[in-house]
């Protein structure tokens, strides 16, 4: 009996949260004026409350060179996600789940010394890339770098950006790798 009651009572809760949950989103105040789809930044006439995770696009493109300045190509790049830690040029954290996120989630450079990183994710204040020679001799010997990149408002194309969409972050980046 008591367990029955215990049931009846969680679910009684739960839908009575859910409920209130879902109206305090409703917004009765009328605006004086109508407002456009996607107001300005400066508008204050009513707060939208939405349900979500803000969002934003990251378009990196950049060339690594040696101390000479001569394109490298084959080296590794790969942008860093919020609280990841570098120490030595070499990311901390659990060898099998480092590895695993370094494989799949680095670009290379091309004969050019190009890469391009396209990812989406939470906005940040600053960018972090880890830049690795991971060829042995084949094209020198270069030291692990990380870049940091600080977000400004000038790279960010808000063109796009709605609700919890932040628009997107393009920057071009030049690297000069160090010899070993």
Known sequence: MKI?????????????????????????KELAEPQPENPPVQDHGQIRLMYGVPSMN??????VKDSDGRPV?????????????????ELQGDPENVQR???????RTDDE???????????????????????????????????????????VDRSDASGMYQGTYNKEVKIKLENK
């Open 4 to 28: 029955k009651y215990l049931k009846i009572k969680n679910w009684f809760l739960v839908t009575l949260m859910g409920a209130m949950g879902f109206s305090s989103c409703h917004c009765s």
């Open 58 to 63: 990251f378009m990196i493109r950049g060339q």
């Open 73 to 89: 190509r084959d080296i590794r790049v790969n942008m860093l996600e919020r609280g990841m830690e570098v120490a030595d040029g």
């Open 101 to 107: 996120y370094l494989e799949n989630t680095a670009v």
């Open 113 to 155: 010394g190009r890469f391009t990183i396209q990812n989406s994710g939470l906005p940040q204040q600053q960018v972090r890339l880890l830049v690795r020679d991971v060829d042995g001799m084949e094209n020198g010997q270069f030291r692990n770098q990380v870049v940091d990149m600080k977000v400004e408002a000038g790279d």
